[in-house]
Antibody, heavy 116, light 110 residues
Framework: QVQLQESGPGLVKPSETLSLTCTVSGDSMNSYYWNWIRQSPGKGLEWIGYIYYSGSAHYNPSLKSRVTISVDTSRNQFSLNLTSVTAADTAVYFC??????????WGQGTLVSVSS | EIVLTQSPGTLSLSPGERATLSCRASQSVSSRYLAWYQQKHGQAPRLLIFDTSSRATGIPARFSGSGSGTDFTLTISRLEPEDFAVYYCQQYDSSPRMYIFGQGTKLEIK
């Protein structure tokens, strides 16, 4: 059974870059899409983007100018970089796996706060 | 971009009752691309239903999905205490390629 675990700083300063990593265990990364999703406190879910195991990525148009997702299948990891963060980027960030049109496995989530 | 609107915002029911949750899309979507998730407080969402009506692995038969076009429904036939949570519908938009979530329905104990 696949497991996903997010890691990274819990506090980022405004205007800096938010960087998170998701480590995948229990299954190969091949043939899947690897996603980042966030949830602002008390709010709904917002999809950030995904990367195919081969390296092709797609992003939410509303965040596209600030987001980069990368993958390292040799380390069973994929990563999120979100630049020029503001308080509006404070959220729980989840990583997730999808095969086609739904996300069948999720990490537990990690809270990232943006504050000076 | 497609917008998903879930109703009601909050649904108050008792264990043993039937729950019907609605998800309406702003334009017609493929039934292959509609999913439902359950999220309990402090936890990640859990996939319940994919492709409109297929239950994910380990999901009890009391959960069912239906619909087509712009109107989709998640039904919980007889509520168990562990079913009280927030439910999200999600659609995959193939152009542009992205996942879109509804705003959620909170299912609370009456």
């Amino acid at each position: 059974q696949v497991q996903l675990q997010e890691s990274g700083p819990g506090l980022v300063k405004p205007s800096e870059t938010l960087s998170l990593t998701c480590t995948v265990s229990g299954d190969s990364m091949n043939s899947y899409y690897w996603n980042w999703i966030r949830q602002s406190p008390g709010k709904g879910l917002e999809w950030i983007g995904y990367i195919y195991y081969s390296g092709s990525a797609h992003y939410n148009p509303s965040l596209k100018s600030r987001v980069t997702i990368s993958v390292d299948t040799s380390r069973n990891q994929f990563s999120l970089n979100l630049t020029s963060v503001t308080a509006a980027d404070t959220a729980v960030y989840f990583c997730g796996r999808s095969l086609s049109s739904s996300l069948d496995s999720w990490g537990q989530g990690t809270l990232v706060s943006v504050s000076s | 971009e497609i917008v998903l609107t879930q109703s009601p915002g909050t649904l108050s029911l008792s264990p043993g009752e039937r729950a019907t949750l609605s998800c309406r899309a702003s334009q017609s979507v493929s039934s292959r691309y509609l999913a439902w998730y359950q999220q309990k407080h402090g936890q990640a969402p859990r996939l319940l239903i994919f492709d409109t009506s297929s239950r994910a692995t380990g999901i009890p038969a009391r959960f069912s999905g239906s619909g087509s076009g712009t109107d989709f429904t998640l039904t919980i036939s007889r509520l168990e205490p562990e079913d009280f949570a927030v439910y999200y519908c999600q659609q995959y938009d193939s152009s542009p390629r992205m996942y879109i979530f509804g705003q959620g329905t909170k299912l609370e104990i009456k």
